[in-house]
């Protein structure tokens, strides 16, 4: 196969893996009402001054189907409502304790589903693995901000 074909599917698959993986592990730390979508959302709402829209962006939904998300995380307890500084018509957005909680877990679960790849390939490469995919993901890593 060509590199430049092969080089899409096997990041997909490898993102699929990791987002199985992490999926799997958060739910066996107690987070069974999550799904890798929360997670997603999770990145998004962690970063701070998040609204429903600009969560709506992040994910590429429609608003009504961040607003159905966020209401369901609302009622689930991990994620808050609150005043927007500068817009009485919006709220922003942000994570319970148990939302933080889940999202530990996640990054726990994130650095054990990568845990293979550091030994496969040794600590250098591996750095120079990460390097290379931020050279080409510049906006990257979806990571919540502590």
Not at 3 to 26: C, E, F, M, N
Not at 85 to 93: G, I, K, V
């Amino acid at each position: 196969m060509d590199d430049a074909l092969a080089l899409p599917a096997l990041v997909l698959a490898l993102s699929g893996q990791l987002v199985q993986k992490i999926h799997a592990r958060v739910s066996q730390e107690g987070f069974e009402d999550l799904r890798p979508a929360h997670g997603f959302a999770f990145a998004r709402i962690s970063f701070g001054d998040a609204t429903t829209a600009d969560l709506a962006e992040h994910l590429g939904v429609t608003k009504q189907a961040a607003a159905q998300l966020v209401e369901e995380l609302v009622r689930k307890g991990y994620v808050l409502r609150l005043p927007h500084p500068h817009d009485a018509r919006a709220r922003l957005l942000g994570l319970t304790e148990t939302g933080w909680a889940a999202t530990r877990a996640a990054d726990q679960a994130a650095r054990a589903a990568v845990a293979p790849w550091r030994e496969a390939l040794g600590e250098e490469r591996f750095k120079e693995l990460v390097a290379d995919l931020t050279r080409l993901a510049p906006h990257g890593p979806i990571r919540p901000a502590w």
